[in-house]
């Protein structure tokens, strides 16, 4: 999986959980939107920190591996990391009433 791929499939997925616990819960308190007529605004950051590898092997590109997709073998390989946020707005998910 393409790097790109991961970090939108990753943000769409808490979107989505954001939007499930908001229509599940009880209470007010999820993502707020408003509090009382005042608007609540404030980015989240979401953090992700990525492993990279450079193998002699070659290809472009950065890619996502899971664990059992790692395959055998012996190579030479450089491991860096890369971490960077995105600011995400949950508060202005819309609830499923303003939709």
Do not use: H, Y
């Not at 991961?6 to 939107?33: M, Y």
């Not at 492993?51 to 950065?62: K, L, P, W």
């Amino acid at each position: 999986m393409d790097l790109s791929e991961f970090v939108a499939e990753t943000l769409v997925e808490i979107e989505k959980g954001v939007r499930s616990a908001r229509s599940q819960s009880t209470g007010p308190w999820i993502a707020l939107g408003n509090v009382g007529m005042q608007p609540v605004w404030g980015a989240e950051k979401v953090t992700f920190e990525v492993a990279v590898t450079t193998s002699a092997e070659g290809g472009g590109g950065i890619k996502v591996f899971s664990f059992g997709e790692v395959k055998g073998g012996v190579s030479r390989e450089a491991v860096n990391r890369i971490t960077f946020n995105v600011p995400v707005f949950f508060n202005s998910i819309p609830t499923e009433e303003t939709n």
